[in-house]
């Protein structure tokens, strides 16, 4: 049966979590005009949702699966809970989102003495959750062309490189009238994150310094000059990112009482989302209850965490100047999303219990301790993926976790994107100012079994006995 794509449309207004202003959703807007706040974007026809039951939702979600619809194969699935302005031809489709959450393998579960699972965000198809919010973004500027019918829009974002690379992937695939540039701190990207804008075609510009030193230009840019904004000031891909929770609650059967959602905080879009992506279901009787949900933050970038750490009379918000982070995807010391993730965990706590968010510290040395011990256990979790599992560690230790919950890590990005750290680790090559020590016995190192020249002018025959021979005598074969 094919649901077909909906008729519903929503009215998207642009709320400033400073001074409450209001602007309409076809306007590009990224930061309050009035007083330079950030914006969560507001259905005003949300409450029409409430004409269908929690199970009728649930229903069409899970008759969406089978659909053949293009739409619903991706993040859109969930069309109605996301802007809900699209038509059906402006909907980007990249095979992003609906991404495989894996039980932890068994030994790695009873290390750990918790069951839990990881969700793959790197089987996206730039590899990284980002994906889930570039497609809502670009479905949206499509519309947003055809609406006031542009002809040339320049988008340009700055990037610990997973943003540039999804960035540029889509704006490649959707073409005129949308160009990508990109602005990435100069050295502070993996090569196979900067391999990705230079192959979508996009402009890579490079500046010295950080993440932190190359928002600040694009937002200069932003506020002056015609360009569109694709970091997470971009309140649309806060909207695409809720594809996680929802894929989430799907999964598990729309169940999520005893779920402990383990997500790395950088410039808190994620977490925001998340959070967002949860109460919409719990307003709409979609799920019964809110999931327990931790950010994780490296001891090297860690403002949301003394922000949460301190008692609740004395919070006070104070950006951090970073050191060298493994999990350098989080690797940011200002998030543009606090204030967002300020007032949604309010509303989260509010429903959910004090218990309900909390932020965890982790050290480097645990991310990557956690991040290769994931992946021998046949998991692909990047760097921000161990460091997800670090938290849950962590999270077990200090006894905030029951054996009777289940943990959800999200692995944001995959593992080869940050193969680099993993040869620090297993090379013991890490500069000081990580202070990453690594376990030499699980150094790991391809072996040469027999010299160069030993292939010189043999037969391939002759040579395959020799190389058998190398291979019998190393691994101690026994004739069967
Ligand atoms: C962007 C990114 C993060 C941080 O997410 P935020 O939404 O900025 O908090 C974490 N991991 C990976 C792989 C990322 O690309
Ligand atoms: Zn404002």
Redesign the pocket.
């Known amino acids: 049966m094919d649901a077909g794509f909906p008729t519903y449309r929503g009215r998207m207004e642009y709320v400033c979590l400073d001074c409450g202003a209001r602007y309409p959703g076809d306007s590009l807007l990224y930061t309050c005009p009035k007083c330079g706040g950030v914006f969560l974007l507001e259905n005003l026809d949300f409450d029409k949702l409430r004409q269908q039951s929690g199970e009728e939702w649930r229903n069409l979600f899970d008759t969406r699966c089978a659909s053949r619809t293009m739409a619903f194969r991706g993040i859109f699935r969930f069309y109605e809970l996301l802007a809900p302005l699209m038509d059906e031809e402006d909907i980007v489709y990249l095979g992003e989102g609906l991404t495989p959450i894996v039980e932890a393998s068994p030994a790695l579960r009873d290390r750990v003495g918790l069951p839990f699972a990881y969700k793959n965000d790197g089987q996206n198809p730039s590899a990284?959750?980002?994906d889930r919010g570039m497609a809502c973004a670009f479905s949206y500027l499509k519309w947003l062309c055809r609406r006031h019918k542009w002809d040339e829009v320049l988008t340009v974002c700055a990037s610990?490189?997973?943003?540039s690379a999804a960035a540029a992937l889509y704006a490649a695939y959707v073409g005129a009238p949308l160009k990508s540039v990109v602005l990435l701190p100069h050295g502070k990207v993996t090569p196979q994150q900067l391999s990705q804008p230079l192959g979508s075609g996009a402009t890579v510009l490079e500046l010295p310094g950080v993440f932190d030193d190359c928002m600040k230009v694009v937002e200069m840019l932003a506020e002056n000059y015609r360009v569109a904004l694709l970091n997470?000031k971009n309140s649309w891909r806060i909207l695409g990112?809720e594809s996680f929770a929802y894929e989430t609650a799907q999964w598990y059967g729309w169940d999520v009482t005893d779920l402990c959602i383990f997500v790395?905080?950088?410039?808190?879009?994620?977490?925001?989302a998340i959070m967002s992506g949860f109460l919409k279901m719990l307003d709409l009787g979609i799920i019964k209850n809110l999931p327990r949900l931790f950010g994780v933050q490296s001891e090297h970038a860690d403002p949301v965490w003394r922000y949460y750490d301190a008692p609740k009379e004395a919070r006070h918000w104070q950006p951090v100047t970073v050191t060298p982070s493994v999990?350098q995807?989080?690797m940011?010391g200002n998030?543009v999303?606090f204030p967002r993730v300020r007032a949604l965990a309010e509303r989260f706590v509010e429903k959910g219990g004090e218990r309900a968010f909390q932020v965890m510290r982790v050290t480097e040395q645990q991310i990557m301790d956690a991040m290769i011990m994931a992946n021998r256990h046949g998991h692909i979790a990047?760097t921000?993926g161990g460091e997800c599992l670090a938290g849950l560690l962590n999270a077990r230790l200090l006894g905030l976790i029951g054996s009777n919950e289940h943990a959800v890590l999200d692995s944001?990005?995959h593992a080869l994107?940050f193969a680099g750290f993993q040869e620090m680790y297993f090379n013991d090559s890490f500069p000081p100012e990580y202070q990453v020590r690594p376990d030499k016995s699980l150094a790991n190192k391809p072996e040469l079994l027999l010299p160069e020249s030993a292939r010189n002018g043999k037969a391939v025959d002759e040579f395959a006995r020799l190389g058998a021979e190398a291979v019998v005598k190393r691994l101690g074969l026994q004739k069967k």
């Open positions: 990284s959750f980002k610990t490189g997973d943003t997470s990112q790395p905080i950088g410039n808190a879009g994620n977490v925001t999990a995807a989080a940011i998030p999303s990047c921000q944001t990005a994107k």
